[in-house]
């Protein structure tokens, strides 16, 4: 049986742009905040996140975004182009 890897419809993704010395930190509070999303890093190397999330967290999620704006210059940016396999080990982004 083949398994899409496609983030089902159900779940909206919010692309981050961090510091790249503030990955692990802003992947560490969105983990303590248990089911309002799942990161992803896609690009270590540009330090971009993608945040999984839920419909019913969206609204909490943007709230902890907002508050790690100033705390780690952590924003949201639009989808990147070619980002389409959110699930996979460590998406490669296209080059820039």
């Keep these: 049986m ?3 890897r496609v983030v089902p419809v159900d779940v909206e993704p919010l692309f981050l742009q961090v510091p790249r010395e503030e990955i692990a930190y802003v992947k560490c509070v969105f983990e303590s ?7 992803r890093t896609l690009d270590r190397h540009a330090a971009l996140l993608v ?3 839920a419909p019913d967290f969206l609204a909490q999620a943007r709230t902890i975004v907002r508050a790690l704006a100033d705390e780690a210059r952590c ?3 639009e989808r990147p182009p070619g980002c389409d ?3 996979g080990d460590e998406p490669e982004m296209p080059s820039r």
């Design 2 to 4: 083949v398994r899409s």
């Design 33 to 39: 905040y248990e089911d309002v999303a799942v990161t």
């Design 51 to 53: 945040l999984l999330v």
């Design 75 to 77: 924003r949201e940016v």
């Design 85 to 87: 396999d959110l699930l």
